[in-house]
T-cell receptor
Framework: QKEVEQNSGPLSVPEGAIASLNCTYS??????FFWYRQYSGKSPELIMS????GDKEDGRFTAQLNKASQYVSLLIRDSQPSDSATYLC???????????FGRGTQLTVWP | DGGITQSPKYLFRKEGQNVTLSCEQN?????MYWYRQDPGQGLRLIYY???????QKGDIAEGYSVSREKKESFPLTVTSAQKNPTAFYLC?????????FGQGTRLTVV
């Protein structure tokens, strides 16, 4: 069974701050990694994907991957109250599209 | 509009009943998935299908059944054998590494 662990949270940051979300995974051969955002009562939506070691930036979001440490993170710069949600880390399996999810980290950004 | 449509949005089931959750997609995706989410938990895979007339069990398939007779449709039946079915059910489809999700069905046992 592939394990995906996220920092338990909840995480609370002031508006404008950097929010840092962390995730570790157990399967060393995993090749694809994703961050989904889920608002309360809604379905998850994909916000970032990363496949290679290093950083990937998209607007205020930066995903960081370190395969040697089996670690993936998401940084949210200039956090906004609208970023308040649960962030799910997901790791791809050997079957295309099959994902393993962490429990999620609840983020609150206060004005 | 292209997308994944789940129905109903809310569903109530009596003890001992079977219920079927609908999932339809018009994205022309080959692969479809059913996940279950419990409060404070991540998503767990129930069943998935990569092609019409074929499907595989995920991590928590007991008490559930599926069919894939059409590319667009992947209904999930929650049988009476599922002892704790109250949860948020999410259908997804994919043509690549990252699935897109429908809006979900919230099932409650009454």
């Amino acid at each position: 069974q592939k394990e995906v662990e996220q920092n338990s949270g909840p995480l609370s940051v002031p508006e404008g701050a950097i929010a840092s979300l962390n995730c570790t995974y157990s399967d060393r051969v995993s090749q694809s990694f994703f961050w989904y955002r889920q608002y309360s009562g809604k379905s998850p939506e994909l916000i970032m994907s990363i496949y290679s070691n290093g950083d990937k930036e998209d607007g205020r979001f930066t995903a960081q991957l370190n395969k040697a440490s089996q670690y993936v993170s998401l940084l949210i710069r200039d956090s906004q109250p609208s970023d308040s949600a649960t962030y799910l880390c997901a790791v791809g399996g050997s079957t295309l599209g099959r994902l393993y999810f962490g429990r999620g980290t609840q983020l609150t950004v206060w004005p | 509009d292209g997308g994944i449509t789940q129905s109903p949005k809310y569903l109530f089931r009596k003890e001992g009943q079977n219920v079927t959750l609908s999932c339809e997609q018009n994205l022309n995706h080959d692969a479809m998935y059913w996940y279950r989410q419990d409060p404070g938990q991540g998503l767990r895979l129930i069943y998935y299908s990569q092609i019409v007339n074929d499907f595989q069990k995920g991590d928590i398939a007991e008490g559930y059944s599926v069919s894939r007779e059409k590319k667009e449709s992947f209904p999930l039946t929650v049988t009476s054998a599922q002892k704790n079915p109250t949860a948020f059910y999410l259908c997804a489809s994919s043509t690549s590494t990252s699935p897109s999700f429908g809006q979900g069905t919230r099932l409650t046992v009454v």
